[in-house]
């Protein structure tokens, strides 16, 4: 099944199953959170009529408590970075403030000059757990979703921690749907970044170092994972900073985050103010 959430006629948030280019709406569900499991939102009973989804308002598919972000998880990555292969994942935070929707615009701070994309597959998390085994991780996933991790990369190497350069308010695409954890090899994807229409990373989710039951794994020992909670698999190669001459977004850019099995996530981008 596929889900999306967006702003209804008034404005408030709601939770749509979508069925080709129909988007029913969840009855007594508004959004996917730490209330929201597999199970709710299987169960939810969507009304018959629907709305076309061309014209609605997508809103981020979840509404995290907590966001973890994995870096250096593609070997092509880590090449074109310079750096050694690691032996347990780096992990940094964002912040439910950080994301937007798909077709929401990626705005530009006056403050940072070097501002990046990165393609990635985002898992939410469907059942509760803490100190999740391997073998039992995929069935603590609600689905799969599609990230644009843009970073403000002249903040993130200010420091040895990469926060600031990660955590910007309204920087973090995230969406256009939900596509639940039984459709999906997560293993198995495609996965591509386009900017103004030119390929700028290409690869597959095989080639993730720590896959996505190690990440549960790793992240649920030291927290407890609650529904909607994001984890963010990492970018392969290709990021702008690393490329010769370096590239970043600029404002009027189109940029287009695609996954196998899931779709296209599509934002513009515009300088604040």
Known sequence: MRFVAYQDETGAEAVGRLD????????GTDRIDRHTSTAT????????????????????????????????????HIEETGRELPEYPVLFPKFASNLIGHGAAIVLPPESAQVDYEAELAVVIGTAGRRISRDDALDHVLGYTICNDVTMRDFQYRTHQ????KAWDGSTPLGPVLVTADELDPGKLD??????????????????IFDVPALIEVTSRFTRLEPGDVILTGTPG?????RDPQVFLTDGDEVEVEIGGIGTLRNTVRAEG
């Open 20 to 27: 080709g280019t129909r988007v029913h709406r969840l009855r």
């Open 41 to 76: 939102l299987r169960d939810a009973l969507p009304d018959d009529e629907g709305v076309e989804l061309d014209g609605l308002t997508l809103l981020p598919v979840c509404r995290p408590q907590k966001i973890f972000c994995v870096g250096l998880n593609y070997r092509a």
């Open 162 to 165: 990469w926060m600031q350069g």
């Open 191 to 208: 996965i591509a970044l386009r900017l103004n229409g030119r390929g700028m990373q290409s690869s597959t989710t095989d080639r993730l």
């Open 238 to 242: 290709g990021v702008g900073y690393r």
